[in-house]
């Protein structure tokens, strides 16, 4: 499957019936992650991701190749998340005034800052895959979602005193590679 | 909300923000209920009164104008884009130190000179 945003632009504009399934596998881990930050928690962001593609099921037809595939599903979901945080039922047929909206200055600059964060993201990205597998685990229970001690020590099957050892040197060494 | 700092909604977005002269443009992205945000309040309309027509300094109340939010890729508040020639130039995530900020506006300006 080809997940490069050229040729899935151009099979959205060619309607292409089969798209929404390769979308869906293409992106639908970035959009996990990205929504499990934005939503707050996992069911919530499983819900949004959902919902964006019964959205884009919906409304591909319309798609007029403005903004990225990518970025089209990422606002659709995005959408899902600010309308349950507020209490509204989630419904796809919500997201039609949204995508009225069509190319912004906004969503260009949305766009623009999405890139500028990932690249200042990549020197920890380089230096969290060179970590241990166990090590970028506990740093990212403890630090990512913000378990406690021994919590994050269950999870993995290890000492608290190990946990906070390997938790100690991680942090260390990301400090003394990152300059901070 | 002082009028040192212009509130912008979609009927006004792209025309403030998309400047082609060589005036940089902030944005702050905030919501009533972030406290962080509130404390960045007074240093914004300062740099607005000291620098004048050298910089544009706006708001974008997040509850309020969601679909600019939404498009905007806005995930955690404050943040502030700051824009020249109509192209984002920072993306600035948290509470700012003026110092900081009135540095990389210098800078900014001394670029655009």
Redesign the interface.
Known sequence: MDCDPAVLRQRALDKDPDLIEDLFACFQQDLLRFMR??CGNVVDAQDAVQDAFEAGVRYLEGYRGDASLK?WL??LA??AC?RMRRGQKNDPGLHE??LE?GA???????????A??AARMLPLREVLSALTPTDRAVLLLRDGEGLSTTEAAQELGISEAALKSRLQRTRAMLRAKLGE | MSKLLKDLTEATFDQTVDRKDDVPVIIDYWAPWCAPCRFMTPVLEKLAKELGDEVIICKVNVDEERRIAEMAQIRAIPTMHIVQHGKLVDVLVGLQDEQALRQRLAQLRKAAA
């Open positions: 930050q934005r970025n990422y606002r995005a959408s600010s005034p949204l909206s912004s200055m906004a969503e260009a600059l949305g766009q623009q800052a999405e500028m964060l």
